[in-house]
């Protein structure tokens, strides 16, 4: 008998961290803080993922930010990025944000943004693939088509006449 009652004590403190958990998000966003790079900006590949506008000089290939219409947009990206540990979501030059980051000694009070640990996303969020994943299949995969150093068309030999550069290598689902 106490050992059932041990087991219901159990299940019952598994739903009360259960419940806690889902109510992670969005209680665990940190409105109107910002943490600027403080020399902990990540620089990535976010075009994989789907970032065009917004980067860092332009370049979606190596950037720290991106634009994104929704918070959700920082949360998938970081929690894709095996070094990113924050992610920032604000208003810049009057377009909406993510910015990631591998530590958070910037951070500061700042009006309007709202950051996050990489572990504060909705229920349910997964890691993204880079690139259309209907494309990767035997030994054909993003690092080996797409990765800048093959040239603004990827690698040659991933190509033929139903996969292409443009099919393959942008997510088929936008941020």
């Given at each position: 008998?106490?050992?059932?009652?041990?087991?219901?004590?159990l299940a019952a403190a598994a739903s009360l961290?259960?419940?806690?958990h889902a109510e992670d998000w969005p209680a665990c966003q940190q409105q109107n803080t910002v943490v600027r790079s403080g020399?902990?900006?990540?620089?990535?590949?976010?075009?994989?993922?789907?970032a065009?506008?917004?980067c860092f000089l332009d370049d979606c290939m190596s950037s720290d930010k991106f634009v994104a219409s929704e918070i959700e947009s920082c949360t998938k990206v970081c929690l894709s990025l095996p070094e990113c540990e924050w992610w920032v979501w604000g208003t810049e030059e009057g377009e909406t944000k993510c910015w990631f980051r591998t530590g958070d000694s910037?951070?500061?009070?700042?009006?309007?943004w709202i950051s996050g640990h990489k572990g504060c996303n909705p229920p349910g969020t997964q890691?993204?693939?880079?690139?259309?994943s209907e494309c990767w299949a035997e030994g054909f995969g993003y690092v080996n088509c797409c990765e800048a150093k093959?040239?603004?068309?990827?690698?040659?030999?991933?190509?033929?006449?139903?996969?292409?550069?443009?099919?393959?290598?942008f997510p088929k689902d936008e941020l």
């Open positions: 008998m106490a050992a059932l009652r041990c087991l219901a004590v961290i259960a419940c806690a020399g902990q900006a990540l620089f990535a590949n976010l075009q994989g993922y789907g065009t506008i917004g910037g951070r500061e009070a700042g009006e309007g890691v993204l693939v880079m690139g259309n093959f040239g603004p068309n990827g690698n040659a030999q991933c190509w033929d006449g139903v996969f292409n550069y443009d099919r393959c290598c």
